[in-house]
């Protein structure tokens, strides 16, 4: 079994910064998809960011230019760096990856707010 962490989340001011980590558990992390979710209240969760096994990124349109995923192999940690927030970012961040996407953390809050 997988586990997975979420730390970084809180409170930002419009155009601020936050670094999202999330730390895995296992042997066969880097073989892994990686993928940074978000739900904000009353919406449907949404794909914010992947990055395959071999360092290949996509981002959704929303977002792309302002967050950046990343890994780091040799410490099973997944990061989301998240530059020019806006308040349409705030929502419940949640990492997910493994196979065929079976895991997931129990998420981190994001609220930007002036």
């Known amino acids: 079994q997988v586990q997975l962490v979420e730390s970084g989340g809180g409170l930002v001011q419009p155009g601020g910064s936050l670094r999202l980590s999330c730390a895995a558990s296992g042997s066969f992390f880097r073989n892994y998809t990686m993928n940074w979710h978000r739900q904000a209240p009353g919406k449907q969760r949404e794909l914010v960011a992947r990055?395959?096994?071999?360092?290949?990124?996509n981002y959704a349109d929303s977002v792309k230019g302002r967050f950046t995923i990343s890994r780091d192999n040799a410490k099973n940690m997944v990061y989301l760096q998240m530059n020019s927030l806006k308040p349409e970012d705030t929502a419940v961040y949640f990492c997910?990856?493994?196979?065929?996407?079976?895991?997931w953390g129990q998420g981190t809050q994001v609220t930007v707010s002036s």
């Open positions: 997910n990856g493994g196979y065929n996407g079976d895991y």
């Open positions: 990055i395959f096994s071999g360092g290949t990124t």
